[in-house]
């Protein structure tokens, strides 16, 4: 695909102008007054302007998020959200502590040898870096199985009732 400046695809600076995106005109760009036609006019089945909703006013946009904020389904997102993020905290701050004291209260319990040179603190290190990997894990498959789909219904709805259009 050739370039507005000239260039050919694949050359250095190249920018793709092919995406979505650019399909749909800003609003008012490709728009002509129905007297008025041009090489794609008001009469062009083929080429339907964007019509973009107009935003509602500050104060409405207001009145949609608090009413969304109090809607059953945004507590349920909530709740779920917390039910797993404050118990996981706890855990995971619990087993950093009990690591962090046993290596300043208990130093020859962390420095016995388990195997070679590997000793207690060493295995109980790497056992902070897996529990991070694991609680990441475990975080992404609760948020998918449990609130991304909720979460995404009410933020659409929200889009729809404040005019907004997402691409």
Do not use: C
């Not at 695909?1 to 399909?23: H, S």
């Not at 041009?38 to 107009?54: I, L, M, S, T």
């Not at 208990?106 to 056992?127: C, E, F, I, Q, S």
């Amino acid at each position: 695909m050739d370039k507005q400046d000239g260039r050919a695809a694949g050359e250095p600076g190249d920018v793709r102008l092919d995406g979505p995106w650019y399909e749909t005109p800003a609003s008012g760009w490709d728009e002509w007054d129905d007297d008025t036609k041009g090489e794609r006019g008001a009469a062009d089945p083929a080429h339907q302007p964007a019509r973009v909703p107009q935003p509602r006013s500050p104060a409405t946009r207001d009145e949609v998020y608090l009413t969304v904020q109090r809607s059953a389904a945004f507590q349920e997102v909530r709740r779920r959200y917390r039910r797993f993020v404050v118990p996981a905290t706890a855990a995971f701050l619990a087993w950093y502590l009990a690591y962090v004291i046993a290596a300043t209260a208990a130093p020859d319990l962390m420095g016995h040898r388990v195997t070679g040179a590997l000793n207690v603190a060493m295995l109980a290190g790497l056992g902070q870096f897996a529990t991070t990997f694991l609680l990441t894990w475990a975080y992404a498959r609760h948020a998918r199985l449990h609130r991304d789909r909720a979460a995404l219904d009410i933020r659409w709805e929200t889009q729809e009732l404040t005019g907004r259009t997402i691409r």
